[in-house]
Nanobody, 123 residues
Framework: QVQLVESGGGLVQAGGSLRLSCQASGRTSVNYVMGWFRQAPGKEREFVALISWNGGSISYADSVKDRFTISRDNAKNTVYLQMNSLKPEDTALYYC????????????????WGQGTQVTVSS
């Protein structure tokens, strides 16, 4: 079992930046793919970014490419999402998730989820 706790969300003006963190605990010795997903009210959960256990594979949704950066520090069991040039349409509840095996953008394939951290971008 792995427990995930997100932090770093908040209210920011358009064009601003936020850095989300996801702290993992529990069985962190397993090499997990880590993903960030988001869900806005009335919308489906959508993929944002993922990183493989060694950072060798990174992928972004087109909507955030060149604005968001995912990274991980395995020594600290933490994954980060640096979000720059934020837009009102980035407003959502952001979730961290973990899975074993092959990286994927499909949220149903992730085994462990955090509770989410709210990001609100004002115009």
């Amino acid at each position: 079992q792995v427990q995930l706790v997100e932090s770093g969300g908040g209210l920011v003006q358009a064009g601003g930046s936020l850095r989300l963190s996801c702290q993992a605990s529990g069985r962190t010795s397993v090499n997990y793919v880590m993903g960030w997903f988001r869900q806005a009210p009335g919308k489906e959960r959508e993929f944002v970014a993922l990183i493989s256990w060694n950072g060798g594979s990174i992928s972004y949704a087109d909507s955030v490419k060149d604005r968001f950066t995912i990274s991980r520090d395995n020594a600290k069991n933490t994954v980060y999402l640096q979000m720059n040039s934020l837009k009102p349409e980035d407003t959502a509840l952001y979730y961290c998730a973990a899975k074993r095996g092959i990286p994927t953008r499909i949220y149903e394939n992730y085994d462990y989820w955090g509770q989410g951290t709210q990001v609100t971008v004002s115009s």
